[in-house]
């Protein structure tokens, strides 16, 4: 079926929303210039909604709400979803892919749960599957890991491809505003949803790494794989305590491959979403407000930089649309696109083996033998202090770990003491912080930022990393 030249192609469209009537308008507005590069009209079969009342500027007679009998029209050769969620998504594309129809999605969720049954069924029918759009909108990002450096060996993708996350922590820097008042701020410009969780609470960027940790390393990860932390913990004082390292908090999905640890063999991969300190020399550290960015690094190409927006109607439908042209080019030569090509098989890596440096706020009590009782404990858990300063209490003082002055005598006043490590093993510094607040001189581990070089010296923090 899917080897037949076509000479015009009906594409059904699932979801008419934020991207949906975008994707809708460009394909109205440019169908002569689509025409061409495509070498047939790209012409829509239907539109599925919910509530077809709402979608009065788009002609009644495309519009359905049974996306199911849609998808099975005999004429339909691309299926374009932007409708979101797992389900009825998932069977819908399935059923697509199984009939031979090509799929073009922008649902994060549902190819980061489902890409491996999705894939199957594209390959076993010889549809293609793209969903350039899932991952930081507009930016091209997805084909060129898949298709460009397909010849190279990616180690690492790691980047910021939240933009509601990234508006909300560009806030909070720039106005030294908290959590709360930056995530209000976000919302009442449109940045954040009525419901903020999947930004804020970092799901939706698990997603997009698990998507990207599969293609960068032609394996499969799973949004469940990927180890996720959000950004409601993050305060003004922890934006502060950046700035003066050196250094700017970002949300980061970050993906690499390493070798494994505890005897594995073999490479493994992490896949992890935290928010991060990161110098502000790295050029992930100057992209603000809503905008994405992700860094590539490959062994023959070096650094590669990725920058643009995010997410938006007409951005995301540019990326849909590049999709949609290659698809339906590929029906008209009676060919297909390239494939995933998930054969490494490579184990995940445990958070707990993950190397990182980090940033930890212990308050204590100003007295004598409070830095030693700290650094002792930080020593007995393997964790190496690259420097500690101390805040607040009789008087601050910049000091290594092995200075232990009495700053306070007796009891002391309350003080609070940076201390910065070299890297260590996530698990390493966890039971550190769980020692930590045993000990009688600590009043509470106010905070834990882990800090990213990403392939940089962060030289403002002191010794080697
Ligand atoms: N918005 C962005 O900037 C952006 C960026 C990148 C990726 N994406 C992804 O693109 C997809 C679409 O996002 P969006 O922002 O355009 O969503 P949206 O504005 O909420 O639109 C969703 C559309 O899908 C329709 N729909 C939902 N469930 C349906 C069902 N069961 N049957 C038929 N139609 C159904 C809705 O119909 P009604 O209008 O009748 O309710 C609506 O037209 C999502 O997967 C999202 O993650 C969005």
Known sequence: MNDVPKDRIKVALLGCGVVGSQVVRLLREDAEELAARVGAPVELAGIAVRRPQRHRDVPADLLTTDAAGLVARPDVDVVVELMGGLEPARDLLLDALKAGRSVVSA????????????????????????????????????????????????????????????????????????????????????????????????????????????????????????????????????????????????????????????????DVVSARVYPAMIPKSHPLASVSGAFNAVFVEADAAGPLMFYGQGAGGPQTASAVLGDLVAAARNKV???????????????????????????????????????????????????????????????????????????????????????????APDAALRATVDALSGLESVRGVASVLRVEGLGRPVHALGGAQ
């Open 333 to 423: 030569i009676g060919g297909r696109g390239p494939r995933d090509t998930a054969y490494a098989h490579l184990p995940i890596q445990p958070i707990g083996e993950v190397r990182t440096r980090y940033h930890v706020n212990v308050d204590v009590h100003d007295r004598a033998g409070v830095l030693a009782a700290v650094a002792s404990v930080f020593a007995e858990h393997g964790v190496s202090i690259a420097t500690v300063k101390q805040e607040g209490g009789r008087e601050a003082a910049d000091s290594g770990p092995g200075d232990d002055e009495d700053h306070g005598g007796g009891r002391g006043t309350d003080a609070t003491l940076v201390v910065v490590t070299h890297e």
């Open 107 to 266: 649902n994060k969720a549902l190819l980061a749960e489902e890409g491996e049954a999705l894939a199957t069924a594209a390959r076993d029918s010889g549809a293609d599957l793209y969903y350039e759009a899932s991952v930081a909108g507009a930016i091209p990002l997805l084909r060129p890991i898949q298709q460009s450096l397909a010849g190279d060996r990616i180690r690492r993708v790691a980047g910021i491809v939240n933009g509601t996350t990234n508006f909300i922590l560009s806030a909070m820097e720039s106005t030294g505003a908290g959590y709360a008042d930056a995530l209000e701020e976000a919302g009442r410009l449109g940045y954040a949803e009525a419901d903020p969780t999947a930004d804020v609470d970092g799901y939706d960027a698990a997603s997009k790494a698990a998507i990207l940790a599969s293609l960068a390393f032609h394996t499969r990860v799973t949004a469940s794989d990927v180890h996720r932390e959000g950004i409601r913990e993050v305060t003004a004082a922890d934006i502060a305590s950046a700035r003066s390292l050196g250094c700017t908090v970002k949300l980061l999905a970050i993906c690499e491959q390493v070798p494994g640890g505890n005897g594995a063999a073999g």
